[in-house]
């Protein structure tokens, strides 16, 4: 069993209140859209961390983290990318291959809106966590934690850490 901690789009911010989430997760997933590295190396030296870049984050990043990161976790198979859409709106780039090799659970960052939607169609769970960080058009901060047992996703729980700003 892992409890996962899911965030996006911190450009550059990370504060005590997500490092609490971040204390009480098993494992930390980062959506894209991290800015200064020193967010993710806050939560590297807490909690096992897998992450992608996002369309923001500098060549250091893009060295640092995939585009896509593809991996399976209690044999549940993820796909996460920042830039990925949402079920029947798929982004070009992903949308054959998310036909041919549908992941468990899809995963994309990038909006800045938190989404859980099923893909009936492709029968995958589709996350969007919306935004951690204080930049961009959202009014609320948000994440999602849920926990992943064997087979099952469970728990799948909606962050409101504050207004923006």
Avoid: C
Avoid at 44 to 49: E, G, V, W
Avoid at 69 to 76: A, I, L, M, Q, Y
């Amino acid at each position: 069993m892992k409890k996962i901690l899911l965030l996006s789009d911190t450009h550059s911010y990370i504060d005590a209140q997500i490092l609490k989430f971040v204390k009480q997760a098993d494992e930390v997933w980062h959506v894209g859209d991290i800015g200064d590295l020193k967010v993710t190396d806050t939560i590297k030296n807490l909690k096992p961390l897998r992450a992608v870049y996002g369309n923001i984050d500098n060549a250091d990043a893009r060295l640092e983290f995939p585009l896509d990161n593809k991996f399976t976790v209690e044999n549940v198979s993820v796909w996460m990318t920042h830039i990925g859409g949402y079920p029947n709106k798929y982004n070009q780039r992903i949308r054959e291959e998310i036909k041919l090799n549908s992941p468990t659970i899809f995963i994309s960052g990038h909006s800045h809106i938190l989404k859980v939607q099923y893909d009936k169609k492709l029968n995958l769970l589709h996350l969007n966590p919306g935004a951690a960080g204080n930049h961009g058009f959202h009014k609320v901060r948000t994440m999602l934690r849920f926990t992943i047992d064997k087979e099952k996703i469970k728990e799948l729980e909606i962050i409101e850490l504050a207004i923006r700003g």
